[in-house]
């Protein structure tokens, strides 16, 4: 976040936010809210949601005095105020919305002592983020605190995180023009000899450009490893070839909330072989069944189904090929509910924004990825990111 335009969500959400957590708090008898949030990139999206604070540094080893570096950690009493440990004093303090912020080396000791004041025997304390605690945090507050019973309670924040405000569904819009400069940039830089990592600076430096706060990365995945969604590194000293295929998966945020957007590319010179190209066709025609299944009502598992039985009615029964894994939630994390798994029959609300992505590998053919950002409405959906399918056809 910069000073010339990171701001983050109005105060009067924020609070509003914490009365909400409040009242979900009483119905699952919780009487401590504890929310831990990583660094600004990583995994910070429940403590960013209730206090607007991006912890600005990487995290970093313990120690005896220094324990969560990298780090923050919120305390939310039912009725007391509200207390947050930062790790650093270069924190944003006009962005961030809660009065009691103290800046503490060692989180755990703060976060004890505060407990200490808080908690008696048998309070239920719910940590939400407890799934990226650090152990030895957890362990230092158990063994402090035995008479307190800690409780996970990640669902309560991440299921009013799902659901987008309009000042979220508006920073969400932005982050989707910053996807198109991007790719417009790569696009642009696509030929024979260009090595995959030129690719992936060009996306870096246009999304810095068109405002984004950090690209986490583009991965570039040319020839060979055009079937793989993921890989280390995010790009190669490779050259590209005529005819190769490239894969892209470009991702980072704009004030805070995020971007992931899949595409395929060609690289001129050399002609598809038929059965490549019948492929490619099979990916965008298999997103677009996907995203035709998004609107509220639906269950995150009907886009994976139409997906599947897209594949199986256009392709020979190659649903079967389908990854378990066909999209997610976007906005403060990259990754956040719904997961869009033909298991997770959890319901779209409107205001949703989603990223569908069926992806799937054809055997002796290969396989690519089409990724779309999309706002669920009540009707139907909202296609955020407008970056071309085909942009071997561009122009």
């Known amino acids: 976040m910069v000073i010339e335009n990171g701001t983050g969500i109005a105060k009067e959400e924020i609070e509003n936010r914490i009365s909400r957590a409040r009242e979900s708090m009483r119905i ?3 009487e401590i809210l504890i929310v831990i949030g990583r660094s600004f990139y990583d995994r910070m999206g429940s403590l960013t949601y209730l206090t607007n604070h991006f912890p600005p540094f990487p995290p970093g080893a313990f120690s005896e005095t220094v324990r969560g570096m990298g780090h923050g950690l919120l305390i939310l009493p039912l009725e007391d105020s509200p207390v947050l440990f930062v790790d650093h004093r270069n924190y944003r303090s006009e962005m961030v919305h809660i009065e009691n912020v103290r800046v503490e080396a060692n989180i755990s000791a703060g976060a004890v002592g505060q407990l200490k004041k808080l908690a008696g025997k048998g309070v239920r304390a719910g940590i939400a983020g407890e799934d990226i605690m650090p152990a030895t945090m957890y362990i230092d507050l158990t063994t402090a605190l035995p008479d307190v019973s800690f409780v996970n309670a990640n669902t309560l924040i ?3 995180r ?5 000042a979220e569904v508006e920073y969400l819009k932005r982050a989707a023009e910053v996807v198109e400069a991007g790719y417009s940039a790569i696009f642009e830089a696509i030929r024979p000899g260009v090595r995959e990592s030129d690719l992936c600076a060009e996306g870096h430096s246009a999304g810095m450009r068109a405002g984004a706060d950090f690209v986490r990365y583009v991965r570039v995945h040319s020839g060979p490893w055009a079937s793989w969604g993921s890989r280390w590194p995010q790009a190669t000293q490779r050259k590209l070839e005529a005819g190769d295929l490239i894969r892209f998966d470009y991702v980072g945020a704009i004030e805070g909330y995020g971007f992931d957007v899949n595409r395929t590319a060609v690289v001129p010179g050399k002609g598809l072989a038929p059965d490549v190209e019948e492929m490619l066709e099979l990916t965008i025609a298999t997103s677009e069944a996907a995203v035709s299944a998004v609107r509220a009502g639906a269950a995150a598992a009907d ?3 139409a997906a599947s039985r897209f594949l199986d009615e256009n392709a020979g029964g190659a649903g079967q090929h389908l990854f378990p894994m066909a999209g997610h939630g976007i906005g403060l994390e990259t990754v956040e509910a719904p997961i869009i798994r033909q298991d997770n029959d959890m319901v779209l609300e409107e205001n949703m924004v989603i990223c569908v992505e069926p ?3 054809l055997p002796g053919v ?5 990724e779309q950002m999309v706002l669920v409405e009540s009707e139907g959906s909202e296609l955020l990111t407008r970056t071309t399918t085909r942009p071997w056809r561009a122009g």
């Open 28 to 30: 699952r008898g919780i």
């Open 158 to 160: 991440e299921q009013m």
């Open 162 to 166: 799902a659901n987008k405000s309009q």
């Open 303 to 305: 886009i994976h189904r």
């Open 359 to 361: 992806q799937f590998v």
């Open 366 to 370: 290969g396989g690519t990825n089409i």
